[in-house]
């Protein structure tokens, strides 16, 4: 029975192509290459058997025939999907998505207390670390455990609502940077309203920050300002600048490209998506597609090529 076996393999994979070029081009599972895929099981089968068909062959045969039906529907879903673009496209940001999603709360919280720790060193005039440099827990390395120690008490006390900010647009997290914010935005106010306004002599206006990028009496402005706003205005301010910042943060067209051409590389171009596509595709047909299949199989299978 051994021949039985492989050459109703044979005949189910050639059954299975034609089951999956059919549907894929077509778009359609016809009856009528259900019957044919049990068909080329059923005559492998028996011709493996020869003067040995009966229910081992047709046993065989069935087998093969429910198999062979359902790789070539794996078969035509997996061409249909890898044919279309938008489904390549899609599934790459899904997964790029999903590489984001999973490491950068943790990343971006490591950022939050690194840029708090930074707002201390600079207040007591010690030089600042290059966060863009030091990226999740790289960038805790870079401070002495006391230091860490204290940004991460801030970093408890601040109020949920700006954490979520600060979780989105880290730098947000070092109170002089949000002061900062608020001194920009009174600013711009007072130049549309048609007053100028002062900077220091060394400072582009474009690249002020904190505290010294600002005349003094702009800074306690911007701090009266900010401290007569209701909490709910003061976010209104920091949701601005968070949503500026994801807005130049969202992943490029090469980086895309990069994603799709690496999981063409490693040889799972959208499994999920193939997996999800093919798990609905089932439907009450199925039912008739393989009572089609294993007919064919079984009579061939047992009967043999003459039917006798």
Do not use: H
């Not at 039985?4 to 549907?23: D, H, P, Q, R």
């Not at 999903?98 to 708090?116: F, G, K, P, R």
């Not at 799709?260 to 040889?267: A, C, K, P, S, Y």
């Amino acid at each position: 029975m051994l021949l039985a076996i492989v050459f109703a393999v044979v005949g189910g994979a050639i059954g299975a192509g034609v089951w999956s070029l059919v549907a894929s081009l077509t778009g359609y599972e016809v009856g009528f290459v259900a019957s044919l895929v049990g068909a080329m099981a059923g005559a492998g089968a028996a011709l493996g058997a020869r003067e040995e068909c009966g229910f081992a062959s047709a046993a065989i045969a069935v087998v093969v025939a429910l198999g062979a039906v359902l790789a070539g529907k794996y078969a035509a879903v997996s061409l249909i999907v890898l044919n279309s673009e938008p489904i390549v496209v899609e599934g790459a940001i899904s997964e790029l998505a999903l590489d984001v999603l999973e490491s950068s709360n943790q990343e971006a919280e490591t950022l939050a207390v690194a840029a708090i720790a930074n707002g201390a060193r600079r207040e007591v005039g010690l030089t600042e670390v290059d966060l863009w440099r030091a990226i999740g827990e790289s960038a805790k390395a870079r401070f002495q455990p006391a230091e860490w120690s204290v940004a991460m008490d801030e970093w408890r006390s601040l109020d949920q609502a700006t954490k979520d900010i600060a979780l989105r647009a880290p730098f947000l997290a070092d109170p002089e940077i949000r002061l900062g914010y608020f001194a920009d935005k009174m600013i711009r106010m007072r130049v549309e309203r048609g007053e100028s306004v002062m900077w220091p002599d060394d400072v582009d206006p474009g690249e002020a920050a904190v505290e010294t990028d600002y005349l003094p009496r702009v800074w306690r402005d911007a701090e009266t300002w900010r401290d007569s706003m209701t909490a709910e205005q003061r976010l209104m301010v920091l949701e601005e600048v968070a949503k500026r910042w994801e807005s130049s943060q969202g992943p490029s067209d090469d980086e895309i490209e990069a994603v799709v051409d690496e999981m063409v590389d490693r040889g799972d171009v959208l499994a999920d998506d193939v997996n999800r596509a093919f798990a609905s595709s089932f439907s009450a047909f199925d039912i008739l597609w393989w009572v089609l299949a294993v007919a064919a199989a079984g009579r061939l299978g047992y009967g043999g090529l003459t039917g006798e």
